[in-house]
T-cell receptor, first 111, second 113 residues
Framework: EDQVTQSPEALRLQEGESSSLNCSYTVSGLRGLFWYRQDPGKGPEFLFT???AGEEKEKERLKATLTKKESFLHITAPKPEDSATYLCAVQAGGGSYIPTFGRGTSLIVHP | DSGVTQTPKHLITATGQRVTLRCSPR?????VYWYQQSLDQGLQFLIQ???????AKGNILERFSAQQFPDLHSELNLSSLELGDSALYFC????????????FGPGTRLTVT
């Protein structure tokens, strides 16, 4: 069974204090790993897709990296508007395209 | 704004009732996905349709059903509602059926009393 574990569950940062969120996964043949951002009461917003170990993608203050067992979402010099829950999901290989989501990391950035 | 629309935004109903949630995908997207999100379960995949055909099924209860119409909009039907069905229900869409990038709607908050 595919599993996704995100840590920490919650993270509080001061504005400008860089940090990383972790997504550990167990999947039989990774087809893709996805990061989403979700604001309270809203639908998740797609951020990145990573396909293979060693791949990196960046968007503004966010950088996602992937190894064979985990992915990191690095947040550089965060701002209060980066406060949200960050969700990680994996999609296994084979005939099924069902994504498995982690429980998310709730990030709060204080001014 | 993702371009995915969902109605209604909020729904309050009683146990045992039946409700229908509606979703219109982004223009050009052929695939629609339904998810349930509750505090204790996180985001759970329910079902996927691609161009009118069921493509994948997740942890969807037998009391729940869905369909995708020729104009590509989709409806999720929830029947014999229980208190535990209270949750946020999201629809997402993607261009193809491989779901590499999904675009989520704003959700329908269902409260069963």
């Amino acid at each position: 069974e595919d599993q996704v574990t995100q840590s920490p569950e919650a993270l509080r940062l001061q504005e400008g204090e860089s940090s990383s969120l972790n997504c550990s996964y167990t999947v039989s043949g990774l087809r893709g790993l996805f990061w989403y951002r979700q604001d309270p009461g809203k639908g998740p917003e797609f951020l990145f897709t990573l396909y293979s170990a060693g791949e990196e993608k960046e968007k503004e203050r966010l950088k996602a990296t992937l190894t064979k067992k985990e992915s990191f979402l690095h947040i550089t010099a965060p701002k209060p508007e980066d406060s949200a829950t960050y969700l990680c999901a994996v999609q296994a290989g084979g005939g099924s395209y069902i994504p498995t989501f982690g429980r998310g990391t709730s990030l709060i950035v204080h001014p | 704004d993702s371009g995915v629309t969902q109605t209604p935004k909020h729904l309050i109903t009683a146990t045992g009732q039946r409700v229908t949630l509606r979703c219109s995908p982004r223009s050009g997207d052929l695939s629609v996905y339904w998810y349930q999100q509750s505090l204790d379960q996180g985001l759970q995949f329910l079902i996927q349709y691609y161009n009118g055909e069921e493509r994948a099924k997740g942890n969807i209860l037998e009391r729940f059903s869905a369909q995708q119409f020729p104009d590509l909009h989709s409806e999720l039907n929830l029947s014999s509602l229980e208190l535990g069905d209270s949750a946020l229900y999201f629809c997402a869409s993607s261009v193809t059926g491989t779901s590499y990038e999904q675009y989520f709607g704003p959700g329908t908050r269902l409260t069963v009393t």
